[in-house]
């Protein structure tokens, strides 16, 4: 199974500002690598898809990167919405195993 | 617009059986391979299970192979997931979600609460 480990589980930002959030995989899963924001009690959403490509309706302040083990999700001024848990997973492997990273807290510094 | 709707949570007791459904609107529901996935409470995503669009594969995290059944109703736009011999590690809130084929997952239901207790 492919684990997937982010870092840091809590970061702390000041809105206006930038956030780096880091998703390392196990072994190589290319670029078939998504991110997720999930508000609480709310369902996850789709961010980003092929480790860079915006999904549907998604502000251009998020930004993915990355391929191979190393991958990013930058958000690039916080705005007061975007304080949440985010979620990576890959898609690399088959049969599908599909694997979450155990989630990355942003809150409000 | 998509819509994903999920009913059939409750309390069980372990040992126990459930069956959850999903309805599906918005969008070609036959065109879709569909998923489940579950969060424990304060925990973070685990996928259980995905279905193809004509149901001619399915395939089970290894944590409910042998328990769980995945299926769907493409004339009644119907996801379903039949779970039995229910354990308290079964607790969970359980989405269904759109599935861009055997990948990522661009709609998601709210989730329906299943508790597994005596």
């Known amino acids: 199974e492919i684990v997937m480990t982010q870092s840091p589980a809590t970061l702390s930002v000041s809105p206006g500002e930038r956030a780096t959030l880091s998703c390392r995989a196990s072994?190589?899963?290319?670029?078939?690598l998504a991110w997720y924001q999930q508000k609480p009690g709310q369902a996850p959403r789709l961010l980003i898809y092929?480790?860079?490509t915006r999904a549907t309706g998604i502000p251009a302040r998020f930004s993915g990167s990355g391929s191979g083990t190393e991958f990013t999700l930058t958000i690039s001024s916080l705005q007061s919405e975007d304080f949440a848990v985010y979620y990576c997973?890959?898609?690399?492997?088959?049969?599908?195993?599909?694997?979450f990273g155990q989630g990355t807290k942003l809150e409000i510094k | 617009q998509v819509q994903l709707v999920e009913s059939g949570g409750g309390l069980v007791k372990p040992g126990g059986s459930l069956r959850l459904s999903c309805a599906a609107s918005g969008f070609t529901f036959s065109d879709y391979y569909m998923s489940w996935i579950r969060q424990a409470p304060g925990k973070g995503l685990e996928w259980v299970s995905y279905i193809s669009s004509s149901s001619s594969y399915t395939n089970y995290a290894d944590s409910v192979k042998g328990r769980f059944t995945i299926s769907r109703d493409n004339a009644k736009n119907s996801l379903y997931l039949q779970m039995n011999s229910l354990r308290a590690e079964d607790t969970a809130v359980y989405y269904c979600a759109r599935a861009v084929v055997i990948k990522f997952f661009d709609y998601w239901g709210q989730g329906t609460l299943v508790t597994v207790s005596s």
């Open positions: 072994q190589s899963v290319s670029s078939n």
């Open positions: 092929g480790a860079s």
């Open positions: 997973q890959q898609y690399n492997n088959w049969p599908p195993r599909v694997t």
